[in-house]
Structures are given as structure tokens and as C-alpha cells.
């Protein structure tokens, strides 16, 4: 039996960097790192409330790749908590591209990437 997923891993071109931004954007909270001859390779990061956890991994080639692409979308409960997202990344001048409908009609907040460039979406039912 599978009930759901643990976490989710994504390239990185820098740990750090990635790391900072997922905790000061997204609120997530870093759990373990991932050293590997003293050079921090990877970080898993939780956020309260959130079932899956997100993994970072150095990879710069891959993370190059994914650039553009809507890897993860994020569940956000209502469709006012979306509005309050938007609102909140508006606060902080993180760039992304607004809310639309989703293809079942929920909201769906694009354009919102990582240092990356990798696209992280927030979505409503």
C-alpha cells in the first residue's frame, strides 16, 4: 500500500541559496543537511502543516534543465489562502506571474520561481 508521498527531491545549483529562499518565501524549515567531505550537498526542509517534505540536492546541471518547468505544486486549503499568498509574496517583491484557474477550476498561483529558475506553483481546489 502506498498513502502518499514522503518528499520530493529537486536540483540545485547552490544549497544554500535554495535553502535560504524556501525557508524565507515558502516557510519551510530546514531538518537534516547532507554533508559529504565537508561540503553541504543536500538539505530536506519541512513546513508545519505539510505532509511532503522537499529535498534539495547540488546538481547544477539538472537544476539548469528544470528552469522553466513546474516541477512541484504546492496545496494551499482555500482559495482565500491564495489571495493571502499573493498578497504576501507581493509584500515581500517576489516576482510571479498572479492567480489563474486551474484546469478543474481551482487557483492556481504561477510564476513563481526558485533561485533556480525552477517554477514552484500554489494551488487551491
Known sequence: MITGFHHTKLPVSDVKRSRDWYERVLGFEPVMDFVEDGQLMGVA?????????IALRKDPARAHALSGFDAVALLVPTRDDMRHWEAALDCMGEPH????????GGTVLVGLHDPDGIEIRLYAD
Open 45 to 53: 526542509l519541512q513546513r508545519e502543516g505539510c505532509p511532503v517534505q
Open 97 to 104: 506571474g498572479g492567480l489563474v484557474t486551474g484546469h478543474k
